[in-house]
């Protein structure tokens, strides 16, 4: 049998209308006992539809019930269950949200965690088996430390944060509240700094840190190095996916996306509310302002202005990018003329001899 998450919760579609401020078309007794995608779904389920296409596929899914967008009141005809709203998505993740697991970590110290000398632990704590914690460090109210955890010395870790399995945190790391970090990531590890000394290369000691802002989330096997000076910063609220690297000295903002394999070289600055898709590499000491979007696997290697949309490599505007690719579609064509022309040139030459 193929392993899923379920829960044991049961709503009403009324009970779900007024918790996502939405309008029931159909029963409002609907039981509502899981959530699904429209390929996937099955009785008790509930999907969300944004358009036409989408809608004319829930309708012929297993769901019990569908949320639609309420411009679309009136134009469907189902014996299904229709929950309306101004925005579907927004109501499908509040109903994510009311099916989400809780999780029952038991408050208190596993017998194998070791703790170091002045450790300070908030109420309402759960240390796990094998965590380590280093001297000195304070852990605020509620956090939970999954089995594994490594806390160095110094360290900062605000309440209500979860550090999940084998994540590892270096010595005089800041971790804000309500931060949620997944497995294997690690923060704090040395910036990757080098001097050449003849023929070797000679370590630059990395004496800064990292400070993680309130309500970040940094996904599984994450990197962020410490500083050579000073801090390597992330802003509050931004996310951060899988198998990304920040290196030593970056400074982002608040509520930016960071996707998949991007990877910022040291001293990067970004600002509040940037996204960047997936496999992007950034230069070191690039600046990229507030609210620019950077497509996947584009290669920054200069200062992107705010609002800008920037694909490619060497990344550029958009617009201009997509300019300069219709012009290379054309080059093998050109490429033919010129041979052509370049030919009747040398034949007309002859003929002047």
Same mark, same amino acid.
């Given at each position: ?82 929950? %309306? ?18 999780? *029952? %970590? ?34 605020? *109210? ?46 704090? &590890? ?29 996904? &599984? ?11 390597? %910063? ?20 608040? &509520? ?6 991007? !990877? ?7 600002? *509040? ?16 302002? *507030? ?15 705010? !609002? ?46």
């Amino acid at each position: 049998m193929k392993a899923e998450m379920r829960t044991e919760l049961t709503f009403r579609i009324g009970e779900i209308a007024a918790l996502t401020s939405g309008t029931v078309a159909g029963d409002t007794e609907t039981t509502i006992s899981g959530v699904a995608s429209i390929e996937e779904a099955r009785g008790g389920d509930l999907v969300f539809a944004e358009n036409p296409k989408y809608i004319a596929l829930a309708l012929k899914s297993g769901a019990s019930a569908i949320i639609v967008p309420n411009a679309a009141q009136g134009q469907i005809e189902t014996s299904k269950t229709l929950l %309306f709203h101004s925005d579907p998505r927004l109501a499908f993740v509040q109903v994510l949200e009311a099916f989400a697991p809780l999780s *029952d %970590f038991p408050v208190g110290v596993h017998p194998s965690a070791t703790l170091g000398e002045g450790v300070e632990l908030g109420e309402g704590v759960s240390v796990a088996a094998h965590v380590t914690v280093g001297d000195r460090t304070v852990i605020g *109210d509620g956090v939970i430390l999954r089995s594994g955890v490594s806390l160095g010395a110094d360290c900062v870790i605000g309440s209500q944060t979860v550090i999940h399995p084998n994540v590892t945190i270096y010595d005089a790391v800041t971790i804000g509240k309500r931060c949620l970090l997944h497995a294997g990531c690690v923060i704090g &590890a040395d910036g990757f700094g080098y001097i050449q000394v003849g023929q070797t290369l000679r370590k630059v000691p990395q004496l800064g840190t990292v400070e993680i802002s309130d309500d970040v989330e940094i996904g &599984a096997n994450s990197c962020i190095d410490r500083a050579k000076t000073g801090v390597t %910063f992330v802003g509050q609220g931004t996310k951060i996916d899988n198998l990304v690297h920040i290196a030593h000295n970056c400074k982002i903002g608040a &509520a930016c996306l960071l996707a998949g394999q991007v !990877g910022l070289a040291g001293g990067v600055e970004i600002g *509040d509310g940037v996204i960047l898709a997936g496999q992007v590499g950034i230069k070191d000491h690039v600046t990229i302002g *507030d609210g620019a979007k950077i497509a996947a696997q584009a290669g920054v290697i200069g200062n992107v202005p705010a !609002g800008a949309v920037y694909v490619g490599f060497p990344a550029r505007e958009y617009r201009e990018k997509m300019r300069e690719y219709a012009a290379s579609a054309q080059l093998p064509e050109a490429l033919k003329r010129l041979r052509a022309l370049e030919k009747r040139l040398a034949a007309l030459e002859a003929e002047k001899v």
